[in-house]
T-cell receptor, first 110, second 118 residues
Framework: GEDVEQSLFLSVREGDSSVINCTYT??????LYWYKQEPGAGLQLLTY?????DMKQDQRLTVLLNKKDKHLSLRIADTQTGDSAIYFC??????????FGTGTRLQVFP | GAVVSQHPSWVICKSGTSVKIECRSL??????MFWYRQFPKQSLMLMAT?????????EQGVEKDKFLINHASLTLSTLTVTSAHPEDSSFYIC??????????????FGPGTRLTVT
């Protein structure tokens, strides 16, 4: 079955860049997503990338996709304390069903 | 943007009772809604896909007789946890498929319902 893996924890200093990585196994993935979850809350879609793209930039967020290696990354520039949260990558095909990664807890310290 | 609500936001119930959780799309019609379960410090696991007017499709390992899903209208899906036990305690999140266009697609997520079974 499909599998999506992430490193569990990332700690960065405020103002630095954060890079969160994700690997997936389903070669038929159509869309790949990054979601943010704050404590006790639902998920907020940050950005997504279509599988035929290799990069997408949206303000402080940069998504890189290496389809050959099935590797997705999210770079957050100028990381702020408000960025502290759990970040999930997810993939889907045309069925709309999302498969989530294991989540990366980002901690930003002053 | 599209809004999805869940009710209640948290609930405590006694073992053996049933609990109903509602998921509503407030400003759009959702032909498909999804129900996820999230254990503490873990990822979201898809439980079932709910299509309006038809039976839900359950993921492998999810007991359909325990987790009853009803998608009676284009704006409402309900998840009923029957005969709840402490191991059913979890964070339940729904999502709804919003309007599609040629350049984007998004599932809109509800804020989640925390269920504690004592």
């Amino acid at each position: 079955g499909e599998d999506v893996e992430q490193s569990l924890f990332l700690s960065v200093r405020e103002g630095d860049s954060s890079v969160i990585n994700c690997t997936y196994t389903d070669s038929s993935s159509t869309y790949l997503y990054w979601y943010k979850q704050e404590p006790g809350a639902g998920l907020q879609l940050l950005t997504y990338i279509f599988s035929n793209m290799d990069m997408k930039q949206d303000q402080r967020l940069t998504v890189l996709l290496n389809k050959k290696d099935k590797h997705l990354s999210l770079r957050i520039a100028d990381t702020q304390t408000g960025d502290s949260a759990i970040y999930f990558c997810a993939e889907s095909t045309y069925t709309d069903k999302l498969i989530f990664g294991t989540g990366t807890r980002l901690q930003v310290f002053p | 943007g599209a809004v999805v609500s869940q009710h209640p936001s948290w609930v405590i119930c006694k073992s053996g009772t049933s609990v109903k959780i509602e998921c509503r799309s407030l400003d759009f019609q959702a032909t498909t809604m999804f129900w996820y379960r999230q254990f503490p410090k873990q990822s979201l696991m898809l439980m079932a896909t709910s299509n309006e007017g038809s039976k839900a499709t359950y993921e492998q390992g999810v007991e359909k007789d325990k987790f009853l899903i009803n998608h009676a209208s284009l704006t409402l899906s309900t998840l009923t946890v029957t005969s709840a036990h402490p191991e059913d305690s979890s964070f339940y999140i729904c999502s709804a498929v919003g309007p599609r266009d040629s350049s984007s697609y998004e599932q809109y997520f509800g804020p989640g319902t925390r269920l504690t079974v004592t």
